[in-house]
């Protein structure tokens, strides 16, 4: 069973940082896109970043030129790096990888939630 654990939340003031990180284990083949997605109570979850197995990036258009995605590929792990972070930052943010788990079999695999606080 593929695990995502992620961690790095936590409270800070506007302008400040944060730097998320997650990290998949268990079998599987290989790991295609990972990224990070945020949600509100209430509300759908959202995209704020992804990158794929090469390193392309797309970001939600709030997070660009303040958030930067990376990935280790070594390690199983995607990072999301928070800068000049706003209060409407505030959210839970969800890890996610697209998962080979088999030749033929790919699932979508999810974290527990890291929430983060911006306060104003």
């Known amino acids: 069973q593929v695990q995502l654990v992620a961690s790095g939340g936590g409270v800070v003031q506007a302008g400040g940082y944060l730097r998320l990180s997650c990290a998949a284990s268990g079998p599987f083949f290989t790991i295609n896109h990972m990224g990070w997605y945020r949600q509100l109570p209430g509300k759908q979850r959202d995209l704020v970043a992804r990158?794929?197995?090469?390193?392309?990036?797309i970001y939600a258009d709030s997070a660009k030129g303040r958030f930067t995605i990376s990935r280790d590929n070594a390690k199983n792990m995607v990072h999301l790096q928070m800068n000049s972070l706003k209060h409407e930052d505030t959210a839970d943010y969800y890890c996610?990888?697209?998962?080979?788990?088999?030749?033929?079999?790919?699932?979508?695999?999810w974290g527990q939630g890291t929430q983060v606080t911006v306060s104003s």
């Open positions: 996610y990888a697209e998962v080979r788990t088999s030749p033929t079999r790919i699932i979508d695999s």
């Open positions: 990158v794929s197995s090469v390193g392309s990036t």
